[in-house]
């Protein structure tokens, strides 16, 4: 595949997760705090929620757009009415007057950003021939991982308004889909055959896989399923966990983190593109993954005993390390045990989003189980919750050791 087709793919990667993690990372945060001062657990409840979106949207936005026939397409006008939606999304939740219209505001987003993004990762598993699938990957997940990073430090700079605290990243959002949209390409397909007839029975099948049939499909499902559950129950509360150990506020701890996010980047370009090429140059995926899962519950064990900024730091700086090679890598392997993927590529590209989206969704609703257990007053155990997270991504690196069909 082209260089610029693969500069576009990267730079629209980039631009979505920029619109769509920011408010994640810290302007939830930030408005949760505006709306229901020391009601943290409010932002584990809507996280949980628009997580819930994906599992209900994914497949059937999959599926539909396999059997779109247009002038522009296939992935296109999927990309371009999300982006449209996402920007609504984030206008919902910069002027949410409540924490239910904020939340509101949030399954939106989870509508609109996803379903662009879809459309990306679609286009990848049509175009992308398996040798440079490591490769884009590993740029693409460097380039997602950064995006929070350049949100997080606009966030410091924008705290005091709301408005332009979601609508400054969602403008680099929209402006790299467009890109992409218009000068990337797509071939016409209005000609390719049609898909059998939809029925409500084989619509409700489209949201399953035979497990037997894809055994290295399912566990690389299972493995990713792990490993989110664990980095969901790391990062949902970052913002407060980091205001809890270092005793400030919130709106304090968003240059904390911005210095943080900052010192990662180069940890997380070492993780993404490292494992991403050497992937491909070693026709090895497993073992990269597992590595991954090890070095990020490494990292998550060290912020959990941590009680100042530089041990904070260092868990932190390998946490993206482990992320980095894993969001590279792990894509990599999904696509090569991707099945039927010449005509069902979006629908189970859907269905493999369930191991993202099912964990985002249930971690937030366990994680205040954890941060309860000997909680006193207002001190919540960050301690067990990260130590479970930990535990989680090793795990995720462990399951996908059972994949046969690719080393």
């Known amino acids: 595949m082209s260089s610029q087709y693969i500069g576009l793919m990267v730079l629209g990667q980039f631009g979505v997760f920029m619109a769509f993690i920011t408010p994640l990372a810290i302007s939830l945060s930030i408005r949760v705090d505006q709306l229901a001062p020391g009601n943290e657990q409010y932002l584990g409840y809507i996280t949980g929620v628009g997580a819930l979106v994906p599992l209900l949207t994914g497949p059937l936005v999959g599926t539909w757009s396999d059997r779109t ?84 430090v606009l966030a410091g700079a924008l705290a005091g308004d709301a408005l332009l605290l979601f609508l400054v990243p969602g403008a680099v959002g929209v402006l790299s889909v467009l890109l992409f949209v218009w000068l990337a390409g797509e071939a016409d397909s209005r000609d390719l055959p049609p898909g059998e007839p939809l029925t409500v029975r084989s619509l409700l099948l489209k949201y399953t896989w035979n497990v037997r049939r894809f055994p290295d499909f399912s566990w690389n499902w ?7 559950f664990g980095l969901t129950l790391n990062t949902t509360f970052t913002a407060f966990f ?57 990292g998550t064990v060290t912020m959990a005993l941590s009680s100042s900024a530089p041990p904070l730091f260092a868990g932190s700086i390998i946490c993206s390390v482990g992320l980095g090679l894993f969001s590279a890598v792990d894509q990599a ?32 609703f366990v994680a205040p189980v954890f941060l309860a257990v000997g909680a006193s007053g207002a ?14 991504t090793l795990l995720g690196g462990l399951i996908v050791l059972r994949i046969k069909s690719v080393r």
Not at 338 to 364: H, W
Not at 379 to 392: D, E, F, I, S
């Open 69 to 152: 026939r247009s002038r522009m397409g296939r992935r296109r006008p999927f990309m371009i009415g999300g982006m449209l939606l996402g920007t609504v999304s984030l206008v919902v939740m910069a002027l949410a007057p409540s924490v239910v219209l904020l939340g509101l505001g949030w399954v939106l987003a989870q509508m609109g950003w996803g379903t662009a993004l879809g459309g990306l990762m679609n286009s990848q598993a049509d175009r992308l021939p398996e040798e440079q699938r490591g490769k884009v990957a590993g740029l693409a997940g460097f380039a997602t991982l950064i995006a929070p990073v350049v949100g997080v």
């Open 242 to 298: 980091f205001a809890s150990r270092l005793e400030v506020t919130l709106e304090q701890v968003a240059g904390t983190l911005a210095a943080i996010s900052g010192l990662g980047v180069l940890a997380t370009a070492g993780g993404a593109l490292g494992g991403g090429f050497l992937s491909d140059k070693l026709r090895r995926r497993r073992v990269f993954v597992l590595v991954a899962g090890a070095v990020y519950a490494l």
């Open 222 to 228: 299972l493995g990713r399923f792990a490993f989110y």
């Open 379 to 392: 001190q919540q155990n960050y301690t067990l919750l990260y130590l479970v997270a930990a535990a989680c």
């Open 333 to 364: 392997l999904a696509l090569d045990v991707l099945p039927e993927r010449a005509t069902d590529a979006g629908r189970y590209l859907g269905v493999f989003g369930f191991a993202t989206s099912v964990p985002q969704s249930a971690a937030p």
